[in-house]
């Protein structure tokens, strides 16, 4: 009977502590800069290989329909972090380093919630949410931070590769590299930009090496694809297809680190991994630059080229492999779903727009989007409104290449700006935003414009000189 009793006892722990391993999951979230839907190999890239992402979707789930709330660094970056619109927190646009302004005290993010559960977090790549101590990611619930403060552009950029530099970049100081609250390097060059992705990758595996027996959430905003873009020595010329290619290689060799450290530390079924993209491509810069694929236009628009992001979520066990999800979900969904994950309540007196998607993850049968609607904003903007299935633009201006080439080689080409109308298109049937049937679904623009309505009362809307009631401040210093 003792020997019994002990058997049971055995089992009932190790039946405990597998509860508790289901309910402390470790989260990792790559997330690019600037990368097209079509970048990777399980949307369609060409010219160049990504095993370990094309590994990762076989092993996970792809959702073709995901969005950043946003087409710009900052934005989305906020939305992403706090689960909410990013016009609700007031980061529009992106920072400069002229600007004292960042995210504010009161806003919690995802690291802040895991936390609260005990977890070590981490975030080793770009911020942009601020570049003063106040804003920067240490004062935001994490435990480690490494890489530069806003977008690599930002400086008074040395000609390396031919283009002529911007007015605004004369004014710049020189870009810094941070650890923690310090700088640790004055002056980032262009040869040390060419080792951001590797020293990315070193920290972040160095950190799952180290927090492999305490559930951790590493976060990892890699500085690539953005321009000016550079490839470490390793991975110049690998792709055969050009300096992007040779970038984005070396980003899906990022990826297979880290899942290696993952499996290697025997925590590869306890760690749900994320990898998407803050915002679509910045299509003047050509070659430079990646594609959207058959998505309208990219980075600075809300067409679906502009916000709509490849997606590629794993998860042994829990997430089923070689799937795929058409509902429509957004990186404002994160954080509620992280909470779900980790069993931590989310404050109910500064309430976030993000919902749950762990039905849409776990590929629960019949699960659809829990958006009812999505407010496409840029800046203060609501240029337009979708649903599950239909998109409406209301009259806005736009830039776009207008069928001119683009740039090459670093080269970047003027945009040319124009005008859309109050058009309403069928995602379902008609991805690229091509044939305007606002004429035909009277009913359809009419829901959707009082959901637009809803929008303008809660967080604004410049094109219509409106003031949201629920806009909450940014933190000012």
């Known amino acids: 009977m003792r020997h019994l009793m002990f058997l049971l006892t055995i089992l009932g722990s190790q039946v405990i502590a597998q509860g508790a391993d289901a309910e402390q999951p470790n989260i990792v979230i790559i997330f690019i800069d600037d990368m097209g839907y079509a970048d990777i190999g399980p949307f369609g890239a060409e010219g160049y290989e990504t095993p370990n992402l094309d590994r990762m979707a076989n092993e996970g789930r792809v959702f073709t329909d995901f969005h950043s709330a946003t087409a710009v660094c900052s934005a989305s970056r906020a939305a992403l972090l706090t689960g909410c619109y990013p016009e609700r927190v007031s980061i529009l646009h992106a920072l400069s380093p002229r600007?004292?302004?960042?995210?504010?005290?009161?806003?919690?993010t995802i690291a802040e919630l895991c936390k609260k559960q005990g977890y070590a977090t981490a975030v080793f790549g770009k911020w942009h949410l601020g570049h003063l101590q106040p804003f920067l990611p240490l004062q935001h619930g994490f435990d480690e931070y490494f890489g530069l403060p806003y977008s690599n552009d930002m400086w008074p950029q040395p000609d390396v590769q031919g283009d002529p530099i911007p007015k605004r970049r004369q004014h710049y100081p020189k870009l810094p590299l941070y650890e923690g609250n310090r700088i640790v390097d004055e002056e980032v060059t262009a040869e040390d930009q060419a080792q951001l992705t590797t020293w990315y990758t070193e920290r972040s595996v160095q950190f799952i090496d180290r927090n492999k027996d305490r559930p951790f959430f590493?976060?990892?905003?890699?500085?690539?694809?953005?321009?000016?873009?550079?490839?470490?020595?390793?991975?110049?010329?690998?792709?055969?297809?050009?300096?992007?290619?040779?970038?984005?290689?070396?980003?899906?060799?990022?990826?297979?680190?880290?899942?290696?450290?993952?499996?290697?530390?025997?925590?590869?079924?306890?760690?749900?991994?994320?990898?998407?993209s803050d915002n679509g491509p910045w299509l003047n810069y050509g070659d430079h630059a990646g594609s959207a694929g058959p998505l309208r236009e990219g980075k600075g628009t809300m067409f679906e080229g502009g916000y709509r992001e490849p997606c590629v979520m794993r998860w042994p066990g829990k997430i089923p492999a070689n799937t795929k999800c058409a509902e429509f979900a957004t990186t404002m969904d994160l954080l509620p779903t992280i909470a779900k994950l980790i069993d931590e309540k989310l404050p109910t007196e500064r309430p976030i727009d993000g919902k749950d998607i762990w039905p849409l993850m776990a590929g629960e049968a019949d699960a659809i989007s829990p958006h009812e609607a999505f407010y496409c904003y840029y800046g203060r903007e609501l240029r337009a409104v979708r649903d599950r299935r239909w998109k409406l633009h209301f009259p806005h201006k736009y830039r776009t290449l207008a069928g001119k080439p683009p740039g090459s080689g670093g080269y970047s080409v003027p945009y040319e700006h124009t005008m859309t109308g109050l058009e309403l298109y069928d995602l379902q049937d008609d991805v690229g935003e091509t044939t305007d049937v606002a004429d035909q679904h009277p009913e359809i623009v009419a829901r959707l414009e009082k959901h637009a309505e809803l929008a303008r009362a809660a967080l604004g809307d410049t094109l219509t000189q409106r003031q949201g009631s629920e806009v909450r401040p940014h933190g000012q210093r």
Request: hydrophobic share 40%.
């Open 99 to 108: 600007q004292k302004i960042g995210l504010h005290d009161d806003e919690l």
């Open 218 to 276: 590493l976060y990892v905003p890699h500085t690539m694809v953005h321009v000016p873009i550079f490839v470490s020595k390793k991975f110049q010329g690998k792709s055969g297809a050009g300096l992007y290619g040779d970038v984005v290689m070396e980003l899906d060799w990022s990826v297979g680190q880290i899942l290696e450290a993952l499996k290697r530390n025997g925590i590869d079924k306890k760690t749900l991994v994320i990898f998407t």
